[in-house]
């Protein structure tokens, strides 16, 4: 992304930050975990995560490479309070750089659709990365639909202590 786009971004950041926050409250609470007034507080340091990701050239080929193979074999029950948080944060981001885009009248289109595409790779890559690890720990991971080697792995624990296995 050029230093010019990335200079204006930052200095976005109070707007980014309000309008995150403003669509974090449009959304529909499903969970305690989801409050907006609770998911405000990561805005700061996702920003800051985004930025370093952007400076850093050598990332984005690492995004890319994690991105292409990466599989989509992770499950969500749905109550991961950062589906939404990312999903906002994204709209807010996306905003931001089209604005910034728009007032650069002398930004050449290729660059334009270049930084439009890396900052939905950096995106992508630390919504991806955040959501597995809080689902890594969710209680509701294996509650809907066990796979069959979770069910195997009940039936042998429940031999093992003596207590019926389903």
Known sequence: MPEALMNALRCRS?????????????????????????????IDWTLNEIFQSLVSQSSHRRFR????????????????????????????????????????????????????EELNIVLNYIARREIQAFCGVCQHRCTETPAPRDVCMAESVGSILGSPGT
């Open 65 to 116: 490479r994690r991105i292409a193979s990466a599989t989509h074999d992770h499950e969500c029950c749905g109550r991961n309070p950062l589906l939404t948080y990312f999903s906002a944060g994204e709209q807010a981001m996306r905003e931001a750089l089209i604005l910034v885009q728009a007032a650069t009248p002398s930004l050449d289109p290729m660059e334009r659709d270049a930084s439009l």
């Open 14 to 42: 109070p707007h980014i930050r309000a309008r995150w926050a403003e669509l974090l409250h449009v959304e529909p609470v499903a969970t305690p975990l989801a409050n907006p007034d609770a998911l405000v507080h990561l």
